[in-house]
């Protein structure tokens, strides 16, 4: 199924969320190390209410992510520009240009250019390069306990410390950026993926309104025929005695069912052309579901060897039935028997959450090259087949949720027909 837009940007702004907590977190073990163990004097207040500043905005970023909306470019935007302006100011508390962290200044403008690439990636840019050109001559320079700021500075142990300082945030820097852009990576690429099965997805529905449209026309067509012949079929007999021609007479009979048949499956599909699931379906406990698509089936495949295996446990759960369905469940099945030397095995099976409907046959085996056009495109192996069938049968079934698979069999093949409960 298609990945819903919402929670796609919903995952990406949750990154943002975890990416900003470990932000804070970090910020406040630097904070400590530097109080404690360097004796740096920081300014507490300023940067503690920054710190709270940064809390709150996360949380109404995790309110927005629990909202299930779909997040615009716009808001990633506010969410960075928060973060490089809050970024800004703690470095404006703790030495300007001179603090060691100032690679964080990339993170976000790697996000926003895997993102949101365009006017608003370089708008992020300059606002960036602004604030850490300010911070070049603006900014409150750090001083030790007990120390002078500029004798200190000149000592050979803190430049070292500083060295060190700016490796160490070079390092957090390029790992947040890799782990980062390598997630968003794989996010797009799923959203490419997402994006082509929706093309296909619709290929399909278009196909599906022709072959609807054909069928209207053609169940209006098909009337006045079919009618004529039911005429022709009563009047075969007439002057014939019933038991000299006992075998004409029942050519008749099968011929009448037939046109029967044909008329019953027209008027089904006058009834249901057009109409979709939920006007139609209604739930059924699936051990009901299970019989009455097998029962029809073997009402009109009377010549067909079957044999339904169903588990030793209750099946729980409930499933849609309608007559498109029931149609569907049918092809596959007929499909089965048509391909099978002898007898097609049903297999019944299920979970918690899904009944598993497998139709096992003994034929020769479908190929992968069919297993890969299964669904996609209309084709038929049958000499006289019009290759509909299996394409109508799939794209019914998946409408309502249930998944098809094919695997090949020492000798045959299984169809699996995947239907989730209600």
């Known amino acids: ?190 959203r490419d993926r997402d994006i082509e099965e929706a093309r296909r997805r619709e290929l399909r529905d278009q196909q599906m309104i022709t072959l609807g449209t054909l069928a209207a026309g053609t169940a209006h067509e098909l009337g006045t025929p079919l009618a004529s012949l039911s005429v022709v079929a009563g009047e075969i007999t007439r002057d014939y005695d019933p038991v000299k021609n006992s075998e004409l007479f029942w050519h008749q009979e099968i011929l009448r069912q037939q046109i029967g048949r044909c008329k019953e499956i027209l008027s089904v599909l006058s009834d249901t052309v057009g109409q979709s699931r939920a006007e139609t379906g209604h739930p059924v406990a699936a051990q009901e579901f299970v019989e009455q698509v097998v029962s029809r089936w073997r009402r009109h495949r009377e010549s067909a060897d079957s044999q339904t295996f169903f588990p030793d446990y209750p099946i729980e759960g409930n499933l849609i039935y309608d007559k498109t369905i029931d149609q569907a469940m049918a092809n596959l099945l007929n499909n089965s028997a048509d391909e099978s030397v002898g007898r097609v095995n049903i297999a019944i099976s299920s979970n918690e959450r899904e009944l598993y409907f497998d139709i096992i046959d003994d034929g020769e085996g479908i190929s992968d090259e069919k297993i890969a056009m299964a669904g996609e495109v209309s084709f038929s192996s049958k000499p006289n087949g019009m290759g509909i069938g299996l394409f109508l049968a799939l794209t019914t079934l998946r409408r309502i949720g249930a998944s098809v698979a094919f695997s090949r069999m020492n000798p045959g093949t299984r169809t699996r027909v995947v239907l989730p409960f209600l």
């Open 1 to 190: 199924m298609a990945q819903d837009p919402a929670n796609s940007s919903s995952r990406i702004l949750m990154q943002l969320f975890w990416l900003r907590n470990f932000t804070m977190v970090f910020l406040i073990a630097m904070f400590l190390l530097a109080l404690f163990v360097l004796e740096i004097d920081l300014p507490v207040m300023p940067l503690s209410f920054i710190l709270l500043i940064l809390a709150l905005a996360n949380l109404a970023t995790r309110k927005l992510i629990n909202s299930h909306k779909v997040v615009s470019e716009s808001s990633i935007f506010n969410q960075l520009s928060i973060d490089i302006i809050a970024f800004s100011l703690i470095l404006y508390f703790a030495g300007g240009a001179t603090n060691p962290f100032t690679f964080f200044y990339l993170i976000p403008l790697a996000i926003s250019a895997t993102i949101i690439p365009g006017k608003q990636t370089w708008v992020l840019t300059a606002l960036a390069v602004v604030a850490y050109s300010l911070l070049l001559k603006f900014y409150v320079p750090l001083a030790y306990f007990g120390h002078d700021h500029h004798n200190v500075v000149a000592s050979d142990g803190l430049f070292n410390q500083h060295v060190i300082g700016m490796w160490f945030g070079f390092l957090l820097s390029a790992t947040l950026v890799t782990w980062f852009v390598t997630y968003l990576s794989k996010e797009l690429k799923q």
